[in-house]
């Protein structure tokens, strides 16, 4: 449209000198140089459409996605190539509601070979409500991985978000809704980046996590632990007090009975299959949502107990995400700049044993929660020594 202006917009300039000059008639050679000036501006203005119409969508590349432009060739190309289906969506900020983006982020491909080369991504789901303050730790975690991993970031509708162009969290912020701790939106809203998540077809696997987590580990390490991972890293267990099976309601019976109800951490970590069975989900969704409200924190019930009825067998049953709970009390603990040292991170490291594809093993932990924003300082400036990136 534009460009039609723009070429009107010159005509009309070359209008100027026509009427100037027609008010001497006594030169006849005129009407034809007039002619001859007319069409080369006509001939400048259609060149210039065309210029501009095979350049737009590199323009258009460039600015959505600075990174990924020497990656991706631009759309009217490959209309009608196979890189129209397997190319992730370049704007985050789609207009579909719930109900269709859940529809859309489920159809699975029935011939599970794919016919072209991919390399599985783990997609890193950032579950906040504002800013992001450890953003430039994972800004050196990322880095020189570029392809290994995707960013989607859910925060408050509210908030705005101002992160440079170079920043791996630039333009990575999916439409968002209010989420409550303990409430079924906050549920709706990891569904919402799984799903989201789940329209690149490169993503494999899906992380959750939250603006007060760190990495423990560098990003080759992440990637193998969980790339050759036989479960899915989803905190799931049995827990006989008040504060486990207390929250059981028989209403969900005989749905979800005493023996299925599991509690859960709710940073976990999936892959692709079950990720689309959480987004899929509409057996047990309405059970949770009527009778698991609080005291009974959904988000901690609701994915454990349907999963392990669901798929017991490919589930870790613990998470990947380490939480201080040794100083008692509703909450973790939070940690920051006094505590972080090489010794506190050994210690994570160091002082567990769980079972990774059913052998023990030291190295339980790829994430940390709670971090406070001024423990970044001395993550930086020791983030070589504390964990190897
Ligand atoms: C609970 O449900 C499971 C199936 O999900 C079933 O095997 C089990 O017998 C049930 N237990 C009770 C106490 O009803
Ligand atoms: C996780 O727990 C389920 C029971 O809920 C069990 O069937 C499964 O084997 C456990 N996974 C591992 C890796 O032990
Ligand atoms: C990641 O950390 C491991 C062990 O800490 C180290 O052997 C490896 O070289 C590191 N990888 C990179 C790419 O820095």
């Known amino acids: 449209m534009q460009t039609r202006v723009k070429s009107y917009d010159s005509l009309e300039e070359g209008r100027e000198p026509i009427l100037r000059n027609s008010a001497q008639p006594n030169r006849p050679l005129l009407p034809l140089r007039l002619l001859?000036?007319?069409?080369?501006?006509?001939?400048?203005?259609?060149?210039?459409?065309?210029?501009?119409?095979?350049?737009?969508?590199?323009?258009?590349?460039?600015?959505?996605?600075?990174?990924?432009l020497s990656k991706f060739q631009p759309c009217f190309r490959d209309s009608g190539s196979i890189m129209s289906w397997i190319r992730p969506p370049l704007n985050l900020r789609h207009e579909m509601n719930d109900a269709e983006l859940f529809w859309r982020a489920t159809l699975v491909p029935?011939?599970?070979?794919y016919p072209f080369k991919r390399t599985p991504k783990i997609a890193f789901m950032f579950l906040t409500r504002g800013p992001l303050p450890l953003a430039p730790l994972w800004q050196r975690f990322f880095e020189g991985n570029e392809g290994l991993y995707s960013i989607y970031v859910h925060s408050s509708p509210s908030y705005r978000p101002n992160?440079?162009?170079?920043?791996?969290?630039?333009?990575?912020?999916?439409?968002?809704?209010?989420?409550?701790?303990?409430?079924?939106?906050?549920?709706?809203?990891?569904?919402?980046?799984?799903?989201?998540?789940?329209?690149?077809?490169?993503?494999?696997?899906?992380?959750l996590l939250s603006e007060s987590c760190i990495p423990l580990q560098n990003f080759s390490i992440v990637y193998r632990y969980i790339a050759r991972s036989r479960y899915s890293f989803m905190g799931s267990f049995d827990d006989p007090t008040g504060n486990g099976r207390g929250r059981y309601n028989?209403?969900?019976?005989?749905?979800?009975?005493?023996?299925?109800?599991?509690?859960?951490?709710?940073?976990?970590?999936?892959?692709?299959?079950?990720?689309?069975?959480?987004?899929?989900?509409?057996?047990?969704?309405?059970?949770?949502?009527?009778?698991?409200?609080?005291?009974?924190?959904?988000?901690?019930?609701?994915?454990?107990?349907?999963?392990?009825?669901?798929?017991?067998?490919e589930l870790a049953n613990r998470s990947l995400t380490w939480v201080d709970w040794s100083r008692g009390g509703a909450h973790p603990a939070t940690f920051g700049a006094g505590d972080v040292s090489k010794q506190f991170f050994d210690k994570i490291g160091k002082d567990q044993t769980?079972?990774?594809?059913?052998?023990?093993?030291?190295?339980?932990?790829?994430?940390?929660?709670?971090?406070?924003?001024?423990a970044l300082d001395p993550l930086l400036r020791y983030s070589h020594r504390f964990f190897g990136f």
């Open 163 to 207: 992160f440079r162009t170079s920043s791996v969290f630039y333009n990575r912020q999916i439409p968002s809704q209010v989420a409550e701790w303990g409430m079924m939106s906050m549920c709706d809203a990891e569904r919402r980046l799984l799903a989201n998540a789940l329209l690149d077809v490169s993503n494999e696997w899906f992380v």
């Open 36 to 68: 001859q000036f007319l069409l080369l501006l006509l001939g400048l203005g259609i060149s210039f459409s065309f210029l501009s119409f095979y350049i737009s969508p590199y323009l258009k590349l460039q600015t959505e996605s600075p990174v990924s």
């Open 250 to 313: 028989a209403g969900m019976f005989p749905k979800v009975n005493l023996t299925n109800w599991r509690k859960g951490s709710q940073w976990f970590e999936v892959n692709r299959k079950i990720a689309i069975d959480i987004v899929q989900d509409t057996d047990y969704y309405p059970s949770f949502e009527q009778f698991c409200r609080p005291p009974c924190y959904v988000d901690e019930h609701y994915f454990p107990t349907m999963l392990s009825i669901k798929s017991p067998r």
């Open 354 to 374: 769980c079972y990774y594809n059913d052998q023990p093993t030291n190295l339980c932990f790829l994430f940390a929660r709670k971090v406070s924003p001024n």
């Open 110 to 113: 029935t011939i599970p070979r």
